[in-house]
């Protein structure tokens, strides 16, 4: 039986109403569940806060700290004998600020322990710092009233997880940074050197007194800082005030605005059927579970630009039936007389609009058949979310370690090296989801990913608009994801977007101006494709990363005329000139080499170029000794370089190009599945 069923003596509950930091704390201890996101803020944030607490100390002003939600645990905390039990409760929104404040005092404390152990200080001033060090500790840090035991701990804010490992780490001065797996760790630990530095920072523009000083109106500001508070007893109360509240909030994201969103319809639908397949609780593990795939995602070299609101945006667009979305565009184009061309870009209020309606059960022609309740809605709706996130993560850390098919690693590597994944990512994700649930093969899997390279390739080195296309890829993405497409559907739909799409391949290569008028990283990608392939022929040699060839990383991969762009050390005829002119920026005229040497090359005649005569063995910078087999096999086949040695290694470059992406996978596969010799 808990403490406060028993009639133990207890502190007293917190009320709907306004509180101070330090009213808040007191004799209170508070926890972040397992279902909240990770700590979170940023820079921008902490100086914020930063700034506001300094304006309040110079001012002495006060400052309003938003709302929070709290939810009252039925265990209280257990404290030395004599002593009444904290009580205990759960942050459902308000613990970004809360735990960023229990680091910014941290941080005061720690510096004047520094000062006040070095230096004998003012006795007045000193003394009002020291006791309000002190109160300041026990309030908001570590209360020694608070029991020891297997279970708890004496520190007032506990976070969920790894996170708490490491903000407990930080209140007792013992971070290791090395220990951090997370990025969420990494920014507790970043918000305490943060505040560290910019006390530091006013340490030096005052005196000791006034600094002392002003420590202790920083903590004045602190405590002083208001909150309106509402609690709740269970979830289920938490999602009407969080909704009301935070719906129009400033720095949600979708992500969290759908949550609390879902969160009140589950509510609303089981005060009304109390049998519905799907819980409040349900709704937050499940969210808690994205949470944590976040953190993952972050991490990974592939996907860590990727944010949570961009990966429910893709979700949307791959799973929500698409008479919802042109239902709503209706809607919402008639009320702001304004088109809106995308469901996409408003998936929010599309969210929101087929939700509400299914609860409602409004006669819309798309519900006549709909096959799901507002509940079962909520219930696919959440499961489904969840799976994106994790086949984010999944598709990010894929071949980093365990066991893999290194075929697919390779296909997956190659096209994030490409880029462009904004119109991709939809249908990467649906197939990815087919490829988990066992409805598509792993062989099918690596044609689908290979047909992703070759759209990325073909159609955009022919076309000038970075979104040619997205609307079609989107859309099989949705077809796949609503319905019930087999594997020779997608890869046949797969190759008509590719046929619709793309302009003249062959004829983009063969442009004669093919330097100046295709991305620099798509000419790295092709000659180091092309480079690949001529590796392979020759049985030699291994090569760097495609990533470093498509990124030109390092400065390692650089494009070289091989006819040099600069005819000043070239001594030609006024034909010849005409005729460099023409075509010195082709295809065939371009090889690539490292950083280094393409600056000692510069505008060489091909002769010198080919084998310097002042070579020595620390310096044999020639296309002899490239590191480059295509590089190479020019100098070894060719004495002398003009217009027909370029067109005749254009015609082989296009003859390669056309093979490797190829819609026809007998065709394409040879050239496309060949690897560097060995990983990277």
Not at 130 to 144: A, P, T
Not at 313 to 331: A, G, M, P, W
Not at 336 to 349: D, E, Q
Not at 627 to 650: K, P, S, V, Y
Request: glycine letters at 4%.
């Amino acid at each position: 039986m808990d403490a406060t069923s028993s009639g133990e003596n207890i502190t007293e509950e917190l009320d709907n109403t306004d509180y101070t930091f330090d009213e808040l704390f007191e004799e209170r201890v508070f926890h972040v569940p397992r279902y909240q996101r990770f700590y979170s803020w940023e820079r921008s944030e902490w100086t914020d806060l930063w700034n506001d607490l300094s304006n309040m100390a110079k001012n002495d002003r006060e400052h309003y700290m938003g709302t929070v939600i709290c939810k009252e645990e039925p265990t209280p905390i257990l404290t030395e004998e004599g002593t009444n039990q904290y009580r205990n409760y759960a942050i459902v929104d308000g613990q970004q600020r809360f735990t960023t404040l229990v680091i910014l005092v941290k941080a005061i404390a720690s510096v004047y322990t520094a000062i006040s152990s070095e230096a004998v200080l003012e006795e007045t001033t000193g003394e009002q710092t020291e006791d309000s060090i002190k109160l300041s500790r026990e309030r908001f840090l570590s209360d020694r009233k608070i029991r020891v035991t297997n279970r708890q701990s004496r520190f007032k804010l506990r976070l969920q997880d790894d996170d708490n490992d490491t903000l407990e780490d930080i209140l007792e001065e013992d971070i290791d940074k090395t220990a951090t797996d997370t990025p969420s760790q990494d920014r507790l630990i970043q918000a305490y050197k943060f505040y560290r530095d910019e006390l530091k920072e006013r340490q030096e523009e005052l005196s000791q007194e006034q600094f002392i000083s002003h420590l202790d109106e920083l903590l004045s500001a602190i405590r002083s800082l208001n909150f309106i508070v509402y609690t709740v007893d269970n979830p289920e109360q938490a999602t009407l005030i969080f909704e009301s509240i935070n719906d129009r909030g400033i720095g949600l994201s979708n992500l969290d605005k759908t949550k609390s969103f879902l969160m009140h319809k589950v509510y609303l639908t089981q005060g009304e059927n109390p049998h519905s397949g799907v819980s409040v609780n349900g709704v937050q593990k499940r969210f808690g579970r994205i949470y944590r795939w976040m953190q993952d995602i972050i991490e990974t070299d592939r996907v860590s630009d990727i944010d949570e609101d961009q990966i429910q945006r893709y979700h949307y667009i791959s799973t929500i039936d698409t008479t919802v979305n042109s239902s709503y565009l209706r809607q919402e184009t008639n009320r702001r007389n304004k088109t809106l061309r995308s469901g996409a870009t408003v998936y929010l209020g599309a969210l929101k609009w087929h939700f509400t309606h299914l609860h409602e059960e409004n006669e819309y022609s798309v519900y006549d058949s709909y096959p799901r309740d507002c509940p079962d809605e909520i219930n696919s709706y959440t499961k489904s979310l969840r799976r994106y996130y994790s086949h984010m993560e999944s598709i990010g850390s894929y071949g980093q370690d365990g066991e893999y098919n290194v075929d697919i690693d390779w296909e997956l590597r190659k096209i994030f090296a490409l880029g462009r994944l904004g119109n991709f990512y939809p249908i990467l994700l649906a197939i990815w989801d087919e490829y988990k649930s066992d409805s598509i093969s792993e062989d099918d899997l690596y044609e689908m990913l290979q047909l992703i390279e070759v759209a990325s390739f073909r159609i955009y080195t022919t076309v000038s608009r970075s979104d040619t296309g997205r609307s079609r890829f989107y859309s099989v993405a949705n077809d796949i994801g609503t319905g019930d497409k087999d594997a020779t559907w997608i890869i046949e739909e797969l190759k008509d977007c590719i046929r619709s799409k793309e302009n003249d391949f062959e004829g983009t290569l063969r442009n004669q101006n093919a330097y100046n008028s295709l991305r620099y990283k798509d000419l790295r990608y092709l000659l180091y494709s092309y480079e690949l392939y001529r590796r392979d022929e020759a049985k030699g040699g291994d090569v760097s990363s495609i990533e470093k060839a498509a990124d030109n990383a390092g400065n390692e991969y650089t494009l070289d005329h091989i006819w040099p762009n600069d005819t000043q050390e070239l001594e030609l005829s006024e034909e010849e000139e005409e005729v460099h002119e023409e075509v010195k920026h082709s295809l065939g005229n371009l090889t690539l080499t490292t950083g280094p040497r393409n600056s000692g090359w510069k505008n060489l005649p091909y002769p010198k170029k080919r084998s310097r005569m002042d070579n020595d063995e620390e310096n044999d910078s020639d296309y002899l000794n490239s590191d480059f087999t295509i590089t190479r096999e020019i100098a070894r086949d060719n004495e002398e370089w003009g217009e027909d040695q370029i067109a005749e290694r254009l015609d082989d470059i296009v003859d390669f190009a056309k093979r490797r992406w190829s819609l026809e996978t007998a065709e394409r596969e040879p050239l496309s599945e060949i690897k560097p010799a060995t990983p990277d």
